[in-house]
């Protein structure tokens, strides 16, 4: 299940409930004794000491402790022993080769490399030291720990914040086939279709359950609105009517005992509050100025940090009327080439030449820190303004719900919902006709991002838009660049047609120059030509070609996997018969055999 609701209505409290982090100041929480509970929080989480790969490993107590037993039992039953306590070592040994095969001991290290490629990590990350890692890499170690060890409910409060769109993808898909249960508080809305069965909203206090999706909740929340409005005015009817008798008979006597009864009814009746809502912030912007059709040119530019390029050599065109989308792994260098076209950056090397007339508003999560924090939220408005009036400055502050003397609050004492307003708020005065938006949305909650997604469907300008919210991307974007190797590439489209037409094409680049001649090029199927289909299918045969051996490499090791594995079981049930230690069998050798067939299923899951 999925718990929505606007930033600040008490979400990880409830998390804080769950874990006994915060006790309840009255009612009970309710849960079995032995309840096995994986938390992510929002905060980062900071480990050292370990690799990554063995940090992941290590939540896996259990089986690390039964490893440790394994391995000193097997030495024992090496030693001369007498015959009772031979049997009682090798009856324990059997005992936890069986609970070790149910934790998934044998292949606990191929699972959890797979996690940890999942959520993006290289083979030699895994072997980096965890304090090595910056915070949100952290926190992909934490996420990763979690789904190892696989509790009986996992709780996971905004998961998607840290992590680039193939690991979310990645996550989505794991999250489903998952036997945990889930409970997972996220702004972000595909993510909650595709991963919840309901929604919990936590509004005023109070939780309400809406099964199905998140455009399902919006529809019942629609009816039940009306419906509880229409209760309400019902009620306050009756009580005119009530209240319009009583005044009409309270002087006759012969009325005396209805009237009497009338009151009664009154302080009876529970009083129904009308309904409310949270308030919301609104804005359009204004009508921009038109520019040049060529608002931006990047020519052959590369940008780098001392020795380390992280852009080369980008040719970008960026025209009136687009509205583009940067996806790209995180660290691949997106904020890089957003600062390079808001001029920001200077490039090492070719150029950036901007178009006549072309205004830019940068919004950047960078720039939330640059905020100044002995400035109130109106001083910082007025310092980006210009000529605008305190009245005019005053009335958009409370459409981005800085009202009255909010507007006196120092930026200090901010949280990153409110920065993020008063950012919004500034690029708004600007009237630019070019948004750079490096994640504009990620500390706010869904009402906000459905805000901030009408204004720009409705804005006329030039967008480029660095997101995670896939559903925003695919309201916004007519064209989608990916970034990967320091390179950039154009594909018409929103986010889903960039996965369900273009993707393909980034594949690793096979050995074929001419490919190169339509990989970036957008043309319908129906407009191609006989030499770019001809092409297309040579493309497409190669890739068959070198996918077949490593295809049948797969299908081979699972088989001997499979193998190794019904070998290991038959053998830990024999270790499980009394009989075997009652008919002399040679228990070392079975002991040898044992660890051979485990080096064996480890070693082709490495492969594998």
């Not at 906000?448 to 409705?458: H, N």
């Amino acid at each position: 299940m999925g718990i929505i609701g606007a930033n600040g209505s008490g979400k990880s409290t409830v998390f804080k409930l769950l874990l006994n982090l915060e006790h309840p100041d009255q009612g009970q929480i309710s849960k079995p004794k032995n309840l096995r509970l994986g938390y992510l929080p929002q905060d980062v989480l900071h480990f050292h000491g370990k690799t990554v790969l063995d940090q992941v490993l290590d939540v896996a107590e259990e089986v690390q402790a039964i490893e440790a037993e394994l391995s000193l039992l097997t030495n024992q039953l090496e030693q001369p022993l007498p015959e009772a306590e031979l049997t009682a070592v090798a009856q324990r040994q059997s005992r936890l080769l069986e609970e070790y095969h149910r934790l998934g001991g044998y292949d606990l290290e191929a699972r959890a490399r797979k996690v940890l490629a999942g959520l993006g990590f290289t083979e030699k990350d895994m072997d980096r030291q965890v304090e090595e890692m910056s915070g949100g890499w952290a926190m992909r170690v934490a996420l990763a720990r979690i789904l190892l060890a696989e509790p009986d409910l996992i709780l996971l409060d905004e998961p998607t914040n840290h992590l680039d769109l193939d690991s979310l993808v990645w996550l989505e898909e794991y999250l489903v086939q998952i036997t945990s249960s889930l409970m997972l508080v996220s702004h972000d809305r595909v993510f909650l279709d595709r991963v919840g069965h309901r929604l919990l909203e936590l509004e005023h206090g109070r939780l309400t359950s809406y099964p199905g999706n998140f455009q399902r909740y919006l529809e019942e929340k629609e009816k039940r609105l009306k419906s509880q409005w229409a209760a309400y005015r019902h009620q306050q009817e009756q009580i005119r009517q009530i209240k319009r008798f009583i005044d009409r008979n309270r002087a006759r006597k012969d009325r005396a005992k209805q009237v009497q009864g009338r009151l009664k009814m009154l302080d009876k009746m529970e009083m129904m509050e009308p309904p409310t809502s949270p308030d919301r912030f609104a804005f359009t912007f204004p009508p921009p100025s038109r520019a040049a059709k060529i608002v931006l040119e990047l020519k052959k530019a590369s940008k780098g940090y001392g020795d380390q390029p992280v852009v080369s050599d980008i040719d970008l065109t960026i025209q009136r009327g687009d509205r583009l989308a940067l996806i790209g792994p995180n660290g691949v260098g997106k904020t890089t080439l957003v600062r390079l076209m808001a001029g920001m950056l200077t490039p090492d090397s070719g150029e950036l030449v901007l178009g006549s007339g072309v205004r830019i508003a940068y919004f950047a999560q960078q720039q939330l820190e640059l905020l100044n924090p002995q400035q109130t939220v109106l001083e910082s408005l007025q310092s980006v303004a210009g000529d605008l009036g305190q009245g005019r400055l005053r009335n958009l502050l409370g459409g981005f719900l800085f009202r009255k003397d909010e507007v006196d609050k120092l930026v200090s004492v901010l949280s990153g919902g409110e920065r993020s307003r008063l950012l919004l708020c500034q690029i708004l005065v600007q009237q630019a006709n070019f948004l750079l938006l490096d994640e504009p949305n990620n500390h706010l909650d869904i009402q906000g991002r459905r805000v901030l997604e009408k204004a720009l469907e409705a804005y006329e300008g030039v967008i480029c838009l660095v997101s995670h919210d896939r559903h925003l991307i695919n309201a916004i974007a007519n064209k989608v660049l990916v970034l990967t190797n320091g390179r950039v590439e154009m594909f018409h489209g929103n986010y889903d047609d960039y996965q369900e037409v273009w993707k393909q094409r980034l594949q690793p680049t096979l050995p074929l120059p001419e490919i190169e001649s339509y990989r970036s090029e957008t043309i319908p199927a129906s407009k191609k030509s006989k030499e770019q289909k001809r092409l297309e299918a040579k493309w497409r045969n190669e890739l068959s070609r070198m996918k077949a051996p490593l295809t049948k490499r797969l299908e081979s090791l699972e088989q001997v996997i499979e193998e190794v594995s019904g070998r290991l079981d038959e053998l830990n049930h024999l270790l499980a018969k009394p009989d075997t230690y009652e008919n002399g069998t040679d228990l070392a050798a079975l002991n040898r055999k044992y660890s051979e067939l485990k080096n064996s299923l480890e070693k082709h899951n490495r492969q594998w």
